[in-house]
């Protein structure tokens, strides 16, 4: 998968195959590499949905009336 919106789910699944493959140890060093590389884009992304996931959940909570959990900020 290329795309820039792939879902949380479908990014862990994804994640694992390749660290499964990888594992494995029986594939080319060029596609090693663009392995990996895919791999830390949708880490990165997961993170990023993880992240955004919380913050709602911040901003929700503390419109509830929960204030011990910190403000949702906008530029982080």
């Given at each position: 998968m290329t795309d820039q919106t792939t879902s949380f789910e479908s990014a862990m699944k994804e994640l694992e195959d390749i660290v499964t493959e990888m594992?494995?140890?029986?594939?080319a060093l060029e596609d090693s590499l663009k392995k990996f590389e895919r791999g830390i884009q949708l880490a990165r992304q997961s993170q990023q949905q993880l992240?955004?996931?919380?913050q709602k959940v911040q901003v929700l909570m503390q419109?509830?009336?929960?204030?011990?959990l910190s403000s949702f900020e906008q530029g982080e």
């Amino acid at each position: 998968m290329t795309d820039q919106t792939t879902s949380f789910e479908s990014a862990m699944k994804e994640l694992e195959d390749i660290v499964t493959e990888m594992e494995r140890g029986d594939i080319a060093l060029e596609d090693s590499l663009k392995k990996f590389e895919r791999g830390i884009q949708l880490a990165r992304q997961s993170q990023q949905q993880l992240k955004s996931a919380e913050q709602k959940v911040q901003v929700l909570m503390q419109n509830n009336g929960e204030e011990s959990l910190s403000s949702f900020e906008q530029g982080e």
